[in-house]
């Protein structure tokens, strides 16, 4: 079993940016692939960036891509999520998830934990 707890959501005015942290419970979250995922009220959960185990392979939602940032630290069990040029459009609840595999995914069923969910919202 893996907790992982996200941190970091807030309000935050469009073009400005915001850090999104996921910390996990269990050493062996070094060894798994990290998503991040967002649901807006109404929406379905969806895809927003992911990393390998090592953090050598990275993959972006195209909506994401050039804007946000996903990196982790193994020896502090935490995955990062960077945003800048934030959105109207980004605003929605964000989860981490993980794996219990190395690689990577974009598809939610393939991730095993997840975490409570922290809420971004960015104003015009």
């Known amino acids: 079993q893996v907790q992982l707890v996200e941190s970091g959501g807030g309000l935050v005015q469009a073009g400005g940016s915001l850090g999104l942290s996921c910390a996990a419970s269990?050493?062996?979250?070094?060894?798994?692939?990290v998503g991040w995922f967002r649901q807006a009220p109404g929406k379905e959960r969806e895809f927003v960036a992911t990393?390998?185990?090592?953090?050598?392979?990275?993959y972006f939602a195209d909506s994401v891509k050039g804007r946000f940032t996903i990196s982790r630290d193994n020896a502090k069990n935490t995955v990062s999520l960077q945003m800048d040029s934030l959105k109207p459009e980004d605003t929605a609840v964000y989860y981490c998830?993980?794996?219990?595999?190395?690689?990577?995914?974009?598809?939610?069923?393939?991730?095993?934990?997840w975490g409570q969910g922290t809420q971004v919202t960015v104003s015009s």
């Open positions: 269990r050493r062996t979250f070094s060894s798994y692939a």
């Open positions: 998830a993980t794996r219990t595999t190395g690689s990577w995914s974009t598809v939610p069923n393939e991730y095993t934990y």
């Open positions: 990393i390998s185990w090592s953090g050598a392979s990275t």
